[in-house]
């Protein structure tokens, strides 16, 4: 059973720095994506960064050259490393595994299934 962890998030300025982390068990590497999604009031869920079994990385458009996910397997622990934040970056944002990594980069048509954390808070003010 996938469990996660999300901590890390808070308030910060814009053209701040956070840095979110999720802690986890029971991820299965060969399947799908571990990542990062995000929603903001008013809004539905978007995937933010995701990792590969590979560990290749795929952000959305919104955050490229500002956030960065990484990995940790020997801790079991995943990352997002967030700068330079915008106002439009404020969002509870969740941890996630077991979801098809081209739901971060393009919308998709169909229903997907995802373990999610309980999420985190970024509040970021202008």
């Known amino acids: 059973q996938v469990q996660l962890r999300e901590s890390g998030g808070g308030s910060v300025q814009s053209g701040g720095s956070l840095r979110l982390s999720c802690a986890y068990s029971g991820i299965d590497y060969s399947r799908y994506c571990v990542g990062w999604f995000r929603q903001a009031p008013g809004k539905e869920r978007e995937g933010v960064a995701a990792?590969?079994?590979?560990?290749?990385?795929s952000y959305t458009d919104a955050v490229k050259g500002r956030f960065t996910i990484a990995q940790d397997r020997s801790e079991n622990a995943l990352y997002l490393r967030m700068n330079s934040l915008k106002p439009e970056d404020t969002a509870m944002y969740y941890c996630?595994?077991?979801?098809?990594?081209?739901?971060?980069?393009?919308?998709?048509?169909?229903?997907?299934?995802?373990?999610w954390g309980q999420g985190t808070l970024v509040a970021v003010s202008s």
């Open positions: 996630a595994a077991d979801f098809p990594c081209e739901v971060v980069t393009r919308p998709v048509d169909y229903k997907y299934n995802a373990v």
């Open positions: 990792i590969d079994s590979d560990g290749s990385t």
